[in-house]
Nanobody, 123 residues
Framework: QVQLVESGGGLVQPGGSLRLSCAASGSIFSINGMGWYRQAPGKQRELVATITSGGRTNYADSVLGRFTISRDNAKNTVYLQMNSLKPEDTAVYYC?????????????????WGQGTQVTVSS
């Protein structure tokens, strides 16, 4: 069974920083794209940032220049460094894998999600 486990959320003051981590566990051969999405109360889930297996990144305009996505392919882990946090960044943050290959059968799995981690930016 493949699982995505997020960590690093919490309460932070405006202007502060947090680092989110998401580790994919299970028998994994390789992971394609990974990303972070968020959902604020009463709003739809939205893309925050994505990163390809080769390291190409994409960001929402609202976080460009403040957030940095990175990954460690050896650890099957994706990170989100969030700086200069604003109250409007408050949301549940979800990790996503768009596809991966499982060991040993090389079966492909699509669109996996973590359980979410709460980020609250407030004074």
């Amino acid at each position: 069974q493949v699982q995505l486990v997020e960590s690093g959320g919490g309460l932070v003051q405006p202007g502060g920083s947090l680092r989110l981590s998401c580790a994919a566990s299970g028998s994994i051969f390789s992971i394609n794209g990974m990303g972070w999405y968020r959902q604020a109360p009463g709003k739809q889930r939205e893309l925050v940032a994505t990163i390809t297996s080769g390291g190409r990144t994409n960001y929402a305009d609202s976080v460009l220049g403040r957030f940095t996505i990175s990954r460690d392919n050896a650890k099957n882990t994706v990170y989100l460094q969030m700086n200069s946090l604003k109250p409007e960044d408050t949301a549940v943050y979800y990790c996503n894998v768009d596809s991966l290959l499982r060991r040993p059968t090389l079966t492909r799995m699509y669109d996996l999600w973590g359980q979410g981690t709460q980020v609250t930016v407030s004074s």
